[in-house]
Nanobody, 125 residues
Framework: VQLQASGGGLVQAGGSLRLSCAAS????????LGWFRQAPGKERELVAA????????TYEDSVKGRFTISRDNAKNTVYLQMNSLKPEDTAVYYC???????????????????WGQGTLVTVSS
């Protein structure tokens, strides 16, 4: 499995960016894909995730209503549309993939096994 992230850049607060994650190497029907971010001095956090089979999505609270994760089945690509960006969204963003096999207490427990390279998002105030 290979994941290729792109779309980062410099944007002013209030602006928008769309990140792309091109996935290859297998079919992803039984996979979930996620966008993580890591800001300097902070731990990596999952900001959005999508289940490939039905596009059901989840979001970290701070990005709800501003970020949208989606996937294009024909292009094997997952997107993260980021609107109303804030300086605190500045981070390196990574896409990752995991199989969705093990389910316990309402959540999948499979770890994210495949990672793309990061793409830097910088939001200026």
């Amino acid at each position: 499995v290979q994941l290729q992230a792109s779309g980062g850049g410099l944007v002013q607060a209030g602006g928008s960016l769309r990140l792309s994650c091109a996935a290859s190497g297998r079919t992803f029907i039984n996979y979930g894909l996620g966008w993580f971010r890591q800001a300097p001095g902070k731990e990596r956090e999952l900001v959005a995730a999508i289940r490939w089979s039905d596009s059901s999505a989840t979001y970290e609270d701070s990005v709800k209503g501003r970020f949208t994760i989606s996937r294009d089945n024909a292009k094997n690509t997952v997107y993260l549309q980021m609107n109303s960006l804030k300086p605190e969204d500045t981070a390196v963003y990574y896409c990752a993939a995991r199989s969705l096999i093990h389910y316990n207490a309402g959540t999948y427990t499979d770890p994210y096994k495949y990672w793309g390279q990061g793409t830097l998002v910088t939001v200026s105030s």
